[in-house]
Structures are given as structure tokens and as C-alpha cells.
């Protein structure tokens, strides 16, 4: 059996990125065919919102995401950073985003909660074709409640594309007389967590909001 993206010439490839929505007992998995990169996460996390986030949670002004801190939505990774820039402008969130630290990623309670799961379903089961994935991951359920969502993602997402320095300094806050959106990189003396605040750009008279924790 092969498992995640390990590609098959003649039926291609997939890359699965989930969004567990712990409060819901929720998953939502986006399937690309294409390249694993930050932008394919953040639009996974993008049509996440639209579908089910939006609706579930009427009127919320932020959201609160943890991720593992390598992979396409590592904490040093430039384009994951300018993305969710991008997806805050677009909806007005407030996006924190709480990475854990390095060689910790099975604490993400994705892994245990959705993930684990959605393997056990379709374990001695061949992916031949998108529409099968598609159905053994949408047919994942558990005792406690757990339902998941699934959807095809036919976008071409390349790799290697640079964010530049004045990209970045559209992100990256570091003087109070700066009105547009805000990545505020902290480490929290409360947590052993690493986090990102992305704000939309909006005009303000008095700057931007930060949350700094030291």
C-alpha cells in the first residue's frame, strides 16, 4: 500500500491537508493533486472557513489556529506568512496562529483526532482514483461524533515562489506608525507555543493592535 503522496504515474498524486475543528468534533480535509506548498494550506484553510467556519460561527472577528512548525505551514516559511496576510484582508479575521515548537508535532490534536482516524477507515482499502479517497476519507465517523468533510482541489500550486523583502515588510511590524496588516512573531513565557498574529489591514489612529508577550 501507498500512503500520503507517494505518487503513481499513470493515476497521479494526492496531498491531503485537515482542518480539525475541535470545538465541533469537525474535520475538513482538502485534497490537492498538485504540490504540498503554504499557499495550497492556506487555501485549504481558506475554503475550511467558507464552507463550514463561517457559518458555524457567525460574527466572529478572529480565529485561532495550531500547526506543526515545519512543512508548508512552518513557522519560517515566507509564503505561508504573506498567505494568511492575504486571507485576513479577505475576511476581516484576526488570524493567531500557535505553532508547536520543533520534533512536537504529535501533540497537534489532528493527529489523534482526525487523521488516526481517517487511516483506520480506508486501512487494506487501494486509492485508485480521486473519487475513492474522496469517499473513504467523507465516510470517516467515529463513536464520540467525529464527521469529515472532504473536497477536491483541482488548483496548480507551484513550487518555488519567492516573497520578497518589502513583502515581508508588509507582514512583519516592528514601528508603531505602520498601518497596514500586522505578523507579530512572539514566544509566549506562558506557553511553549510560537505565535503569529496576522490583523487585516485596516487605517487606524492609533497603529495596529500587537500582542507581545515579551
Known amino acids: 500500500m501507498r500512503v500520503h503522496d507517494f505518487q503513481i504515474p499513470e493515476l497521479g498524486k494526492v496531498a491531503p491537508y485537515g482542518v480539525y475543528d475541535i470545538a465541533a468534533n469537525t474535520g475538513w480535509v482538502n485534497l490537492g493533486i498538485d504540490h504540498d506548498t503554504a499557499a495550497f494550506a492556506v487555501e485549504s484553510i481558506r475554503r475550511w472557513w467558507r464552507a463550514l467556519g463561517q457559518k458555524r460561527y457567525l460574527g466572529a472577528t478572529r480565529l485561532l489556529i495550531t500547526a506543526d512548525c515545519g512543512g508548508s505551514n512552518g513557522a519560517s516559511v515566507r509564503l505561508w506568512k504573506r498567505e494568511l496576510q492575504v486571507f485576513a484582508n479577505e475576511t476581516g479575521l484576526a488570524i493567531t496562529v500557535a505553532h508547536h515548537p520543533p520534533g512536537t508535532s504529535k501533540w497537534n490534536r489532528i493527529e489523534h483526532r ?29 463513536r464520540t461524533g467525529l464527521n469529515v468533510h472532504c473536497c477536491l482541489d483541482e488548483n496548480e500550486y507551484p513550487k518555488g515562489i519567492k516573497v520578497s ?33 496576522y490583523n487585516p489591514a485596516r487605517p487606524s489612529k492609533d497603529g495596529p493592535h500587537l500582542d507581545k508577550d515579551d
Open 114 to 142: 482526525l487523521f488516526a482516524f481517517i487511516t483506520q477507515n480506508w486501512r487494506a482499502k487501494p486509492l485508485i482514483s480521486h473519487q475513492v479517497i474522496i469517499q473513504l476519507i467523507g465516510a470517516t465517523k467515529t
Open 165 to 197: 523583502d518589502r513583502e515581508m515588510a508588509a507582514i512583519n511590524l516592528e514601528n508603531d506608525s505602520f498601518h497596514g496588516g500586522v505578523c507579530v512573531i512572539t514566544r509566549s513565557h506562558r506557553s511553549p507555543l510560537n505565535t503569529l498574529e
